[in-house]
């Protein structure tokens, strides 16, 4: 069903009072301001990157993207370092006082990105960082803005209060470590007999030090050779021994409700419950232990039972709940288990590496990374670009094709039901500014569309390719312009026998021959709040691919899942061509998409976004052990 058309003399460069979502009229969800302070902050971290793989010291000095991945582990590193501290925080606000450095700024970003993970979180333990992340829910991205110089987009020098508070509570350096060599290191608990290890190589021979992909490390005191997978599954049993003293413990994957996101302790205690039966015929998991007992050795028994392998946690998981479908490893990758149920592999992932998150961080942080670069392409970040009020139309429709998206969503919601919905870049932008107000967002999406949407950073491409087409559809549907106007795949909606029949006739005719321009001049835009034909702006409608995910960019597979789109895109040219008459906006689609030199149809680079650290593997898929 489509909406009644607003009306509008040019393009706006304010926001209006109010945006329809469904039933609802809210005030906008977030300002302009907001944005632009957002912009300033994306711009900061790409002239961090640049910085830090300039360095003529160092592993950046003769390999750029390790430098740039060794950085990124010691920031979440110093992440962790900040929040698992304890402040003793007074004021309900953060202040300048206590607000990171930049790169551990860079690394709650990303984390608040992925909304669900970081609130499940924050509120399924009572420790310090838990306690900490409520504290941190908030990113005040005005503030932080206001603290990074608006020409340079370099952090600007810390007050005496905010770098001794950083360093007093995370025992470090408030000065980022722009440069690592090969001889660096540093501390980690063994998780076998948590001996505190004083010599662990960032970079290590055979891609084993700690910031690469096949980690591992013996440990000084005990001799054992331990990697992620191990600390990951001592994490595991921490929580579980935690949870038989009596505290509040509600393990990763079960806080939330699966397809609502809403908060739900019965139903964790539910699903634990179910998950845990095998665990607790063997070894007693749900039993309480008495105060006497040695906490360190309760965790070791267990850790020991599971061979300190998340695999095996995995499977102990599927013996309780599917007994019969127990999937045999040694004939199948462990990623593809047959019969495996995908949230006991989302909850055994998330027990799979190293930190405090239930999320790899620092993957989380790389892929991030490709979007950040698409807004330094579109020029968004570049300072003063949008200072003028004149100048800030690209940001007012942002906001406005947000409130629309979530519009979309109130009126399908069935689309909760399905893997993902696809957003375009500058929905994009809105959509992670208002991920950024953690409990705002939280409250705001139920009270609007009855659930908590998540936003997965790692979808598989067929599924975001197919949920591009589907969201495009119903926009145009409903809205009566089309999402993207980029150049990629026009509206895939298919041609009736009608117009097919129409088209040959005209054909016939000869009234097409006159080979006329589907220019934007020759049509007539009746929601410049929501579509432009100035081209200039066109990639800002690009979809949003930072979180696709091809599995191996050089499988079989990948390569056709890519040469799929594309013949899908060809087609779909062709008929958008035949149907320009009749659909203005389908020609201009078209038009674009053959002449427009340098766009790369979207969903069809196996490539894109793919880094060294890991080339393919993502927040929600099982990462190599290590």
């Known amino acids: 069903m489509s909406l009644p058309t607003p009306s509008y003399s040019e393009y706006p460069t304010s926001l209006p009072a109010h945006f329809p979502i469904g039933a609802h009229q809210p005030t906008p969800l977030l300002s302009v301001t907001e944005l632009q302070a957002h912009l300033r902050l994306l711009g900061a971290f790409h002239k961090l990157k640049e910085d830090v793989q300039s360095q003529v010291e160092g592993i950046a000095a003769t390999n750029k993207e390790l430098g740039w991945v060794i950085f990124v582990n010691r920031a979440v590193c110093r992440f962790f370092a900040w929040t698992a501290a304890t402040w003793n925080k007074s004021s309900p606000t953060l202040s300048e006082t206590y607000i990171p450095p930049l790169d551990v700024i860079m690394v709650w970003h990303t984390y608040l990105l992925n909304p669900r993970a970081f609130f499940e979180d924050a509120h399924r333990m009572s420790t310090t960082y838990c306690t900490n992340l409520i504290a941190i829910e908030e990113m005040p991205l005005i503030l932080i803005s206001s603290l990074i110089d608006p020409q340079t987009l370099d952090p600007l020098p810390p007050s005496e209060k905010r770098q001794f508070f950083f360093e007093q509570v995370s025992q470090m350096s408030y000065h980022m470590p722009m440069v690592t060599d090969y001889s660096d290191i540093l501390t980690l608990n063994c998780p076998f007999c948590a001996h505190l290890n004083q010599s662990v190589r960032w970079v290590a021979d055979g891609e084993s030090g700690f910031a690469q992909t096949k980690f591992s490390h013996t440990c000084e005191q005990c001799g054992e050779s331990f990697n992620k997978s191990n600390i990951g599954v001592r994490r595991f049993c921490e929580e579980v021994t935690r949870r038989r003293t009596g505290e509040r413990v509600f393990i990763s994957e079960t806080l939330l409700h699966p397809l609502s996101g809403i908060k739900s302790e019965a139903h964790s205690i ?305 008929t958008a061509k035949k149907s320009a008459s009749r659909d203005p906006w389908k020609g201009l689609q078209a038009e674009r998409n053959e002449k427009r030199d340098g766009h790369k149809e979207a969903f069809t680079d196996p490539n894109y976004g793919s880094g060294t650290y890991y080339p393919y593997w993502g927040v929600s898929v099982a990462v190599p052990v290590g």
Not at 398 to 425: E, K
């Open 270 to 574: 539910e699903i634990m419950t179910k998950l845990f039966g095998w665990m607790e015929a063997m070894y007693q998991v749900n039993q309480p232990i008495p105060p006497e007992s040695n906490f360190d050795a309760e965790v070791t028994k267990l850790a020991l039972a599971l061979g300190y392998d998340y695999l095996e946690l995995a499977d102990a998981f599927q013996r309780a709940v599917r007994p019969f479908l127990v999937p045999d490893r040694s004939i199948m990758a462990p990623r593809y288990a047959l019969g495996e149920l995908e949230r006991i592999q989302r909850i055994s992932v998330a027990y799979s590496h190293a930190g405090l998150a239930s999320l790899d961080l620092v993957g989380a942080v790389l892929r991030q990374g490709a979007f950040i670069e698409k807004m330094v392409e579109l020029e968004w970040t570049q300072p003063g670009r949008f200072d003028l009020v004149s100048e800030t139309a690209p940001l007012v429709r942002s906001v406005a094709r947000y409130h629309a998206f979530l519009d979309l969503m109130a009126a399908n919601p069935r689309w909760f039901f399905v893997p993902t919905l696809a957003s375009l870049l500058d929905i994009d932008l809105v959509w992670h500014t208002h991920q950024l107000k953690s409990w705002h967002y939280r409250d705001d999406t139920y009270k609007y569309l009855r659930c908590f949407p998540n936003h997965d950073d790692s979808v598989e491409s067929p599924l975001l390719s197919k949920g591009y087409d589907l969201t495009a559809k119903a926009w145009k549907d409903r809205f009566g312009v089309p999402y993207s106007v980029c150049g990629c795949i026009p509206d895939t909606d298919p041609e009736s026998r009608l117009s097919r029949f129409t088209s040959k006739i005209t054909s016939i005719g000869g009234s097409s021959s006159k080979k006329t321009s589907p220019s934007s001049e020759g049509i007539s835009n009746p929601r410049p709040d929501l579509v432009t034909t100035e081209i200039d702006e066109a990639d800002a409608t690009h979809p949003s691919e930072h979180n696709q995910q091809f599995g191996d960019p050089n499988s079989k597979e990948a390569l056709q899942t890519a040469k799929k789109r594309e013949k899908q895109s060809t087609k779909c040219v062709s």
